[in-house]
Antibody, heavy 118, light 106 residues
Framework: EVQLVESGGGLVQPGQSLRLSCTGSGFIFGEYAMSWVRQAPGKGLEWVGYIRSAPYGGTTQYAASVRGRFIISRDDSKGIAYLHLNTLKTEDTAVYYC?????????WGQGTLVTVSS | DIHMTQSPSSLSASIGDRVTITCQASQDIKNDLNWYQQRPGKAPKLLIYDTSKLETGVPSRFSGSGSGTHFTFFIRSLQPEDIGTYYCQQYDDLPRTFGQGTKVEI
């Protein structure tokens, strides 16, 4: 059974950083791209970015709203994808979901809440 | 960016009703469209992919159609467990974009 579990969320002040983790199991982690999607309180879904698998260069793409501040990385030996959130803004407050793949988002984690507030 | 316009933003229907949600893309996305259901407090769940393909394990009362820029999602006979918010999502181009959501109530 495919499972994705996010962790690392919490309360941070504007300008600070945070690292989210997404641990995958039930599949060969290194064979799949991983994406991040966020949802601000009471709002809709917003794609954050993705990282391709190593055979496809492990390249990353980001939404304009986070480009230059957020970085997606992965450690295939541990089956973990990371979302590094830097220079956080209040508008980054959201539940962050990791999902498997690039386009058809079949598997989702339960999400982890990031609150940016002073 | 490809803008996805979903309508209506909310609807109220009765058990057994047929529900229709539309999603319009700002440019041609071929058939690269998915539909998700999000129940309150839960992660989104894939229902329909590639415009009209039913995800494994999803009841057959859900269906989708369309191509190009105009897409439609149907619930043939609304059930109590169908309450939630439904989102379309295109994956034809970057950035991936979602519709604003349709909240379905009974």
């Amino acid at each position: 059974e495919v499972q994705l579990v996010e962790s690392g969320g919490g309360l941070v002040q504007p300008g600070q950083s945070l690292r989210l983790s997404c641990t995958g199991s039930g599949f060969i982690f290194g064979e799949y791209a991983m994406s991040w999607v966020r949802q601000a309180p009471g709002k809709g879904l917003e794609w954050v970015g993705y990282i391709r698998s190593a055979p496809y260069g492990g390249t990353t793409q980001y939404a304009a709203s986070v480009r230059g501040r957020f970085i997606i990385s992965r450690d295939d030996s541990k089956g973990i994808a990371y979302l590094h959130l830097n220079t956080l803004k209040t508008e980054d407050t959201a539940v962050y979901y990791c999902t498997r793949a690039l386009g058809v988002l079949r598997y989702w984690g339960q999400g982890t809440l990031v609150t940016v507030s002073s | 960016d490809i803008h996805m316009t979903q309508s209506p933003s909310s609807l109220s229907a009765s058990i057994g009703d047929r529900v229709t949600i539309t999603c319009q893309a700002s440019q041609d996305i071929k058939n690269d469209l998915n539909w998700y259901q999000q129940r309150p407090g839960k992660a989104p769940k894939l229902l329909i992919y590639d415009t009209s393909k039913l995800e494994t394990g999803v009841p057959s009362r859900f269906s989708g159609s369309g191509s190009g820029t105009h897409f439609t999602f149907f619930i043939r006979s609304l059930q109590p467990e169908d309450i939630g918010t439904y989102y379309c999502q295109q994956y034809d181009d970057l950035p991936r974009t979602f519709g604003q959501g349709t909240k379905v109530e009974i």
